[in-house]
């Protein structure tokens, strides 16, 4: 009898075939937030100059009441769009043919900063059912 015990493992599996690496993952063509901005420019400048073909100069009109109406609001106050457009029906600007129209003048008023975006806010108009909508900051 031999000095060496055998320990049996019972049967031994055959050693796997390696497997072959994994095939390289395809790149992923990164958004390009370019386009996104450029197509919301595009339809902003196409609301203003429908509006501004439609009723002589309201793009102008609309920006100057805006700035009476923040220029109103104290430093730090908050405001939606629904209520500078509230304000310029009252003020007598007829409304443009299409609301977003009002995009561009925030927009400008933001540039120009005299407002800045701050969040969002439920919309109070009931046919937009509380649609959040851009929450604007007094600068």
């Known amino acids: 009898m031999s000095d060496q015990t055998e320990i049996d493992f019972g049967d ?5 075939e390696p497997k072959p690496a994994a095939k ?3 790149l992923i063509k990164p958004i390009v937030f370019t386009t996104g901005a450029k197509g919301r420019d595009d339809g902003m400048k ?5 509006a501004d073909a439609v009723i002589e ?14 220029g109103a609001m ?26 977003r129209a009002w995009g561009s003048v925030m927009t400008c ?4 900063k005299v407002l800045r975006s701050v969040g969002y806010a439920k919309a109070r108009d009931p046919k937009v059912h509380c649609t ?3 929450l604007w900051e007094k600068l």
């Open 46 to 50: 196409r609301a203003i100059d429908h």
């Open 74 to 99: 104290a430093s730090g106050d908050h405001t939606i769009c629904e209520d500078i457009r509230q304000y310029a029906e009252i003020r007598g600007l007829p409304n443009p043919p299409d609301k």
């Open 57 to 70: 100069d309201w793009g102008v009109r609309a920006m100057n009441i805006l700035l009476i109406y923040v």
């Open 109 to 112: 008023a933001s540039r120009r």
């Open 12 to 16: 031994e599996p055959e050693p796997e």
């Open 24 to 26: 390289p993952a395809k």
């Open 132 to 134: 959040p909508t851009t």
